[in-house]
């Protein structure tokens, strides 16, 4: 038997004593869970100390031994991370909708987790214990696969969650961990569908992309955010600027940030010179159509490829559109479903974006920064959904969950329809 | 340009459209799609008994026949369907849980529809409509692909039903139809995932096989149905009798029939053997474990094939169980996760049950017949799901659509967190 199946198949089983499980079990588990990793801290370093040698000896770049990288903060974060996932309500068993059909049959719906969650993901070890801690609190068993050069740290977290877990009653096999360093392993992972029911691919787009290819388990897909910020003839300028600089420059390498701002042409020659001048100092690069060109001294002329390109960097693409449609219909081609945002003092014109823009969040007047399941009051998030179905933006708890039928009769039969 | 991704890229452009569309412009366009159907009943009549004729020239058997048969009365009550769609409440637009956040932001969610629906089904006909009435009220456009021997017929509703939306308001393009023989065609469409947010395959398990593996669009399953009634030792046998029978015999060929029976040593020599004479004479061969085989006259020595068989048929297998536990294991092993039920007088087991059993559909104490989306109260149904992401069990006008964040700022920006 295989790695994969090995570990998912014990997923399977501890997850149905998990899926049973009340609160206060599970947060127990938790708390034990942070008091491991705090315990630890001096080996778990030590172990990721040798790890991010290695990648640094192989000739990995900067950013990437940054995400590879344990530190005492990052770790103590980890820790207050599971005990703010143990405050959240629980969302398992809650029974809503229950009605009484003619017949007399009570019907509701009862949510319950998923089950076995596969989580695929790249170097970033405390992924680890923050996707181990939803998965639990939402009654899930996980099995994990993390980047194969992060193997060690990863594989000495997922023993130390598991052990600090089950000490506390929770079911051995409940966090599975795929030590493999072979890539064969993540689509057997997506095609276990016996035991796994659903997979989270997180990482970048070749990933997610191989993962959807192989998969027969459903996937919940987190893809790129390509996030558009639009200034609406009827925008309050100095509010638009605000905004707009925030969605940029406030942290430019994460999915949220925007990449191509859209101005309407009535207020274009009045908002963006001194916007670019702002963006100069900033130290962005603005890749633009012609007419911002025309108004911003030092632009870029944007190539077809900008308008696709997420920079995740100090890079802009702008474009003068001349109407609210032309700007929708930029979105529409080009957007990747993250978020979008319009800025606009005119009401019917935000109720109209609201509605007839795609994605898993829509903005009025407001950074596309704050597409994050904590700041949208979810508590905490596994990432950011593109998809349609199951999930749409953050994935909370109640994403790592599914409702089914339950029904209370008193004898009752179906009768025949002819 | 192949003929699916043709279909389907015009599809998606109608969807952006219909998206935004009242409900009052779609309502208008079902009723004109009952009245085209009433219109063109002749002609309907005419080319599929042409097909008919077909399939039984190639040696169809006589199930198959009847499912690509259009009859007057099937063309009514598919035509009263689509009347009747039009009369459920549109999900559409329903803004939930709006919260003002800490920093001012107004965070809610807005129920939308899911974009472009493919759905791969096989020889019946009356699913062409059923499934575009559903679509087109949930406001999403569609990609159908039929069973070739049904292509002519499939064809000819597609393009009647399509024109009389089109003539009620409804963009162009929103009902596609892919008119190819080529078993290629479903893989093709399983893999544009550019254009189509959701797949639906209903038919045999090899078709639903067939088309997980190949897909990179999400898809929502609707496998076989192994249903299993457990007669608990505290159950009202009378009432287990009379919900046991149903379950069975009432309509044995649907996915909600019974399959399994399981009964508790401490009531199966009561229960099992008038059960087992009832049975008999309604004409179900009874395959029993060597416990129902002492009890019950007659009885086929069930296999271990027997657990895992879905019959669709008088056949019913029946197993005595040690214990309430060994009933749920069994069901926990053997159960496709469509419909299970306990017959209980026992509330504290009854309320078990519904906890640790893993399925849509949960009953306790009426026939797993009752699983579909009318008598749930849903309306109407577009199949099963027996797949935990996005929708299990019946699947409604709700599971046809899914949520997106919308957010009102005036000018918030995230701060910085270091």
Not at 16 to 31: D, I, M, R, Y
Not at 366 to 383: I, Q
């Given at each position: 038997m295989s790695l994969a199946l090995e570990v998912a198949r014990a997923a399977k089983e501890a997850?149905?004593?998990?899926?049973?499980?009340?609160?206060?079990?599970?947060?127990?588990?938790?708390?034990?869970?942070a008091a491991a990793l705090r315990r630890a801290e001096a080996t778990l370093l030590e172990v990721n100390a040798a790890e991010v040698a290695k990648a640094r000896a192989a000739g990995r770049g900067a950013a990437f031994l940054d995400r590879l990288t344990l530190t005492p903060g990052r770790l103590r974060r980890t820790a207050e991370g599971l005990e703010a996932v143990a405050a959240l309500p629980d969302p398992v068993g809650e029974i809503t909708d229950m009605r009484r059909r003619p017949n007399g049959l009570l019907v509701g719906r009862m949510r319950v987790p998923l089950g076995v969650i596969g989580v695929i993901y790249e170097a970033r070890p405390n992924v680890t214990a923050d996707v181990a801690g939803l998965c639990l609190k939402a009654g899930n068993a996980v099995v994990l696969r993390g980047g194969s050069e992060a193997l060690e740290t990863n594989g000495a977290l997922a023993a130390l969650l598991g052990e600090a877990a089950a000490a506390a009653g929770i079911p051995k096999g409940w966090l599975g961990f795929v030590a493999s360093p072979d890539r064969a392993a993540v689509s057997e992972m997506a095609r276990l569908d016996r035991y796994i029911d659903c997979i989270i691919p997180r990482g970048g787009e070749d990933l997610i992309r191989a993962v959807k290819a192989a998969a027969t388990v459903p996937v919940l897909a987190h893809e790129k955010g390509l996030c558009h910020t639009y200034v609406d003839a009827a925008a309050d300028l100095a509010m638009a600027a605000e905004v707009a600089f925030n969605a940029k420059v406030e942290r430019p390498g994460v999915c949220n940030a925007m990449e191509t701002l859209l101005v309407h042409e009535a207020v274009a020659s009045a908002f963006l010179p001194p916007f670019g001048a702002r963006l100069k100092a900033a130290g962005v690069e603005v890749r633009g159509c012609p007419r911002t060109?025309?108004?911003?001294?030092?632009?870029?002329?944007?190539?077809?490829?900008?308008?696709?390109?997420?920079?995740?960097?100090l890079i802009l693409a702008v474009r003068v559109v001349a109407s609210y449609e032309e700007a929708v219909a930029h979105i529409r081609r080009h957007g990747s479903g993250l978020a979008e945002a319009i800025l606009t003092a005119d009401h019917a014109t935000a109720m109209r974006f609201l509605r007839e823009v795609d994605a898993g969040?829509?903005?009025?007047?407001?950074?596309?920064?704050?597409?994050?399941?904590?700041?949208?009051?979810?508590?905490?998030?596994?990432?950011?959904?593109?998809?349609?179905?199951?999930?749409?933006?953050?994935?909370?708890?109640?994403?790592l969950t599914c409702t089914k039928f339950v029904i209370l009769g008193d004898g009752q039969v179906r009768q025949s329809q002819r």
């Open positions: 997850a149905a004593v998990l899926a049973t499980l009340l609160s206060g079990v599970k947060n127990a588990a938790l708390f034990g869970m060109a025309a108004l911003v001294p030092g632009v870029v002329p944007a190539s077809d490829a900008d308008w696709d390109t997420e920079y995740l960097d969040a829509v903005f009025v007047n407001a950074s596309t920064r704050f597409t994050d399941g904590g700041e949208f009051g979810l508590g905490a998030e596994m990432g950011v959904s593109t998809q349609k179905l199951h999930a749409r933006g953050p994935v909370g708890l109640a994403e």
